[in-house]
């Protein structure tokens, strides 16, 4: 019987993806990737995290599932459902700044450094009532 690997997700200081596989043993302990990529919303609100380079088995995109909260600090936060290898319960939270609200959508400005320390900051807007 083969076990599911599983994939836990965290968001690291400068908003860029970590990526660590669990679950199954690996020659290397503890083994996790920093992700260079961009965010993305679409219009039913799900999260994408585009990869800038393809790194190993990790996909050009991740889409994640879940429901969207703001923290303390008007952080956008996504709790992980249940959905393919994510790991149900796991909180990523993308740090941010509100910039706009209308009747049916606020959009956040991210900020993100890439592994060549370049800043790049863009929008993401997120949909609803």
């Known amino acids: 019987m083969k076990k599911t690997e599983k ?10 993806l970590v990526y660590e596989k669990t679950g199954r043993k690996s ?8 992700v260079d ?8 609100n799900q999260l994408t995290y585009h990869v800038k380079k ?11 599932k879940g429901k969207w909260a703001l923290d303390k600090d008007h952080n956008l936060a996504l709790t992980l459902d249940k959905w393919g290898n994510q790991i149900a319960g796991n909180k990523l939270t993308i740090k ?3 910039v ?6 606020l ?12 800043t790049h900051i863009y929008i993401v807007k997120l949909g609803g009532r």
């Open 7 to 16: 994939i836990r997700f965290e968001i690291d200081p400068h908003n860029r």
């Open 96 to 98: 941010s700044e509100l």
């Open 27 to 34: 020659d290397v302990s503890g083994f996790r990737t920093v």
């Open 37 to 44: 990529g961009k965010f993305e919303i679409d219009k039913d």
């Open 107 to 118: 959009s956040f400005a991210l900020t993100t450094k890439d592994s060549k320390k370049n």
């Open 100 to 105: 706009d609200a209308k009747d049916n959508m």
């Open 54 to 64: 393809a790194q190993g088995n990790i996909p050009q995109q991740l889409k994640l």
